[in-house]
């Protein structure tokens, strides 16, 4: 049996699986089965006021759990589908509460990576999948990642699928009510979302994950445009980081990762451009650097 298939028989058993996706890697567990994801908030240490992304193989998939599917889902799906980009819609009954917060709302998403997406086809199930890792801690972005992160904390198995290639979590764009709002951005921008079905405005709410004033933090103390007098530290000017925003993501989470193990009282960022495309990887380096 291959591990994707081993992987596939005990997300449909009720257990927890860390997988890769394009953006960070996930603890899946089935969208459709309460019990099982009332582990990920156990494992994660994630608080059940705060709902889950549901991944699903394809559109099909996804209108399956859908009350509503407005044409504008069905634009953004056939252009950024697979990929990294979060539709919430109107949810069905059949997806659990605890899955989105007992929310009427559902964020979906189909993933890019060729294991996450060979994983949904194996399990023939919807996965609820956060990101592998505990709640606010900084995103794994390898399978070594999630294992130092979520050791003996109920994870039946890991898929290594190698390093992740956006980098940073999903843009999240609500369509559950109103007007089109981007709640969490990420690097597919607001530009982008724009010129397929029109006007989109920033907001943030509880149908969206990572709102959490302090989230994607490493254990080291995050400065942004600053050095601190005391400690030792190292500073990131943005001529030492890829000068593109979708390189920068990439190596973002993974070069946290490897600071964090250096025994630095510091990491001190210099902030990119604030242009549309940054906006995912601003959002994240402010989140990480928020101390409560």
């Not at 009332?38 to 994630?46: D, H, Q, V």
Request: aromatic share 4%.
């Amino acid at each position: 049996m291959s591990p994707v298939d081993r992987a596939a028989e005990l997300l449909r058993a009720g257990r927890l699986v860390a997988f890769p996706t394009e953006t960070v890697y996930g603890l899946g567990a089935n969208a459709l089965d309460a019990d099982a994801v009332r582990l990920i908030f156990e494992a994660k240490g994630r608080p059940s006021s705060s709902p889950l992304i549901v991944h699903v193989a394809s559109i099909e998939a996804a209108r399956e759990l859908a009350e509503d599917w407005p044409e504008k889902a069905q634009k953004l799906a056939e252009r950024f589908w697979p990929g990294p980009l979060t539709i919430i819609v109107p949810r069905k009954a059949i997806v659990p509460d605890i899955v989105t917060a007992g929310l009427p709302s559902v964020g979906l998403r189909i993933p890019s990576h060729p294991m996450a997406r060979a994983l949904l086809q194996a399990a023939q199930i919807p996965i609820a999948a956060p990101s592998a890792n505990r709640f606010t801690a900084l995103s794994p972005t390898t399978a070594e990642h999630v294992r130092e992160a979520l050791a003996g904390r109920h994870v039946d198995m890991v898929l290594d699928g190698g390093p992740c290639t956006v980098g940073i979590e999903s843009t999240v764009v609500s369509l559950a009510s109103g007007s089109p709002l981007i709640l969490r951005p990420g690097m597919v921008s607001r530009t982008q979302i724009e010129e397929v079905i029109g006007p989109v405005g920033i907001g943030a709410g509880a149908e969206s994950p990572g709102q959490h004033p302090r989230h994607y933090s490493p254990r080291t103390r995050v400065v942004i445009d600053g050095r601190p007098a005391e400690g030792r530290g190292i500073h990131l000017d943005f001529t030492r980081m890829p000068l593109t925003a979708a390189a920068y993501a990439e190596r973002l989470y993974g070069l946290l990762h490897e600071l964090d193990q250096q025994g630095y009282d510091w990491i001190s960022i210099e902030m990119p451009p604030d242009t549309a495309e940054w906006a995912g990887v601003r959002d994240r380096l402010t989140r990480a650097a928020t101390s409560a």
